[in-house]
């Protein structure tokens, strides 16, 4: 199998790359990145000498339809996918998210070549807290300029191979969590705030909810996919990892014995989703797919030493991380709940 990966360089395309090299040692893989802020050589270096790393960006119709004539799939994980920098500025957003996909699609309908579009239950919305979780029938009804453009991209792929017939899957996949991830990201951004000596930064009252999975569940997932998911068919990924964000904080802290109130409420993100949790019922079905990390406290246990152990990778992002999350304007907030 010959593959193509998008965003190879990224947080879960990295962790893709090295998990399939290391269970399937006959795939060749060629990574396309652009090496944005969020791309990182770095994470891909102990496969380093077995990729054919192209330095790119999935918008550039020429490049991509050379790449992809040669290989038997393509595996889209290429994003922008902060959404505190969609609403900043949510024009690389457009581009990325939506144009290059469009790149993508044109190439893989021309070269008839198997496709694999890696999105996110932010398409949904959000849920109030006792509504029935996300499932692949749930009407889409994004929240922020990052979701808009997923949903957006999602729209494009279920258009292409309806009208054109290209053999599709998508994914939507919940909150990871996991080694390689930016430090802008919620789980790191604490890890590494507590490393330094500085309180972690729980936006508005930490109410909010989301579903965590382990990287490698949701890249264990997307394989099974590749190999046996129905084309055209849209499957949701999910570990059923609820936990609200204070709750995820109290456990971080509670890693670095540290006292529970240690944390500061700071500014709450504009249009805030309120709960994400994904009803994962057709993928464990119909694929036999199941995840290996059941226990949250111990995959983010595994992730924090991982955090301790490679402050190489992390620190140069880190100061020049919190100065944008400053000049976005974040500042303490005082809450009675
Ligand atoms: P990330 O920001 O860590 O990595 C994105 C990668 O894409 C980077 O390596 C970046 O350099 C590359 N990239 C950006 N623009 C590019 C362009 N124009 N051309 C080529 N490469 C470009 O993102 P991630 O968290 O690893 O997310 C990967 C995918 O998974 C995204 O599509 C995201 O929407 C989806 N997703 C993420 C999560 C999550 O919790 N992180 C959950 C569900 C789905
Ligand atoms: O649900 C899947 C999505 O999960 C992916 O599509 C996105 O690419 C990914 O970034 C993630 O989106 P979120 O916005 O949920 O993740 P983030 O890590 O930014 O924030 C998680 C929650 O924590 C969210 O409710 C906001 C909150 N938060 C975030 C940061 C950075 C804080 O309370 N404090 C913080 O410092």
Known sequence: MRLLVTGGAGFIGANFVRQTLAERPDTTVTV???????????????????IDFVHGDIADLD????????????????????NDNSLADPWPFVQTNIVGTYSLLQAVRRH????????????????TPEAAAFDETTAYNPSSPYSATKASSDLLVRAWTRSFGVRSTISNCSNNYGPYQ?????????????????????????HQVRDWIHVDDHNRAVLDILDRGRIGQTYLIGADGELDNKSVVRLILEAFD???????????????DQRYAIDASLLRSELGWTPRYSDFRSGLAATIEWYRDNESW???????????????GETEISTTH
């Open 314 to 328: 992390w620190r140069p992002h880190k100061a020049l991380t919190e100065r944008a999350y400053a000049d976005a």
């Open 63 to 82: 490049l991509v339809d050379e790449l992809v004539s040669g290989v038997d799939a393509v595996v889209h994980f290429a994003a922008e996918s902060h």
């Open 258 to 272: 540290r006292d529970p109130d240690d944390f500061d409420h700071v500014t709450d993100r504009a249009g805030h």
């Open 32 to 50: 396309l990145d652009a090496l944005t802020y969020a791309g990182n050589r770095a994470s891909l270096a102990p496969v380093a000498d077995r």
């Open 112 to 127: 008839d070549v198997r496709y694999h579009h890696v999105s996110t239950d932010e398409v949904y919305g959000d849920l």
């Open 182 to 206: 930016h430090v802008e990201k919620f789980i790191p951004r604490q890890i590494t705030n507590l490393i330094d000596g500085v309180r972690p930064r729980l936006y508005g009252a930490g």
